[in-house]
């Protein structure tokens, strides 16, 4: 079951934000909402084919960026009609009632605290007081994003703090870029037991994700029966 969730918050992270020209917190956001709900439902409780989009959906809303219900039924069925599942069977008010189950299970907490806002307050800050050039910092900065948005892949988010996760992007970007960030790190006063757990689970994303193809990911969720709301 975690292969499968990281596969579909990766299916959320790209197909969604590609075709609905979303900003890329509120993709985290439904990220946070279908782990978050899954940690308390199974598979057989609720359809992930019809839980990533109403997590998006919530999402949209929570962050103030609002899509259309439709455009998103449309997009779920071209997704699985790609994936070979056939013409999906659901509908708009399958996602709206979907959406009141997700808020049931998520105890209407849509708060979300990500590392994005820390994350570009170190970068800013590791700039001044390792004085990076321009260019270095720009590197650096980019490597610490992308890292940062392959991070929604793991469970990270539900077990740390998003302080944390920032810190241990910056950290595995220094040791992949040769920059000495020990200066900055010791500052913080942080435990870096804590930083080293993170960046290891970040390697192992790295180094076995994903031990299944995608096509038997589709094989495996495809064979999941409908399960209306």
């Not at 946070?32 to 959906?57: G, H, I, T």
């Not at 899509?67 to 069977?89: D, F």
């Amino acid at each position: 079951m975690s292969e499968l969730l990281s596969c579909t918050c990766v299916t959320i992270s790209r197909s969604w934000l590609t075709a609905s020209n979303l900003r890329q917190r509120v993709v985290a956001t439904a990220i946070s909402y279908f782990r978050r709900v899954y940690v308390k439902k199974s598979f057989a409780d609720l359809d992930p084919r019809l839980a990533a989009p109403a997590a998006l959906y919530v999402a949209a809303k929570a962050e103030e960026c609002t899509v259309q219900a439709l455009k998103l039924v449309h997009r779920m069925k071209s997704h699985a009609c790609m994936c070979g599942h056939g013409a999906m069977g659901y509908e708009v008010k399958d996602v709206l009632q979907m959406e009141m189950r997700l808020l049931q299970a998520l105890s209407f907490n849509l708060i979300v605290f990500h590392p994005y806002r820390p994350l570009t307050t170190y970068l800013d800050d590791v700039s001044k007081t390792l004085n990076l050039s321009a260019n270095v910092k720009e590197d650096f900065a980019q490597m610490a994003w992308s890292m940062l948005n392959d991070s929604l892949k793991t469970d990270l988010s539900l077990c740390h703090p998003p302080f944390l996760i920032a810190i241990a992007c910056m950290h595995l970007v220094a040791v992949m870029r040769h920059v000495d960030l020990n200066p900055w790190l010791e500052g913080l006063r942080i435990d870096m037991h804590q930083v080293r757990a993170v960046s290891s689970s970040l390697l192992d994303l790295y180094e076995n994700f994903s031990s299944l193809s995608e096509d038997q990911i589709s094989a495996a969720v495809g064979k999941l029966p409908m399960r209306l709301p």
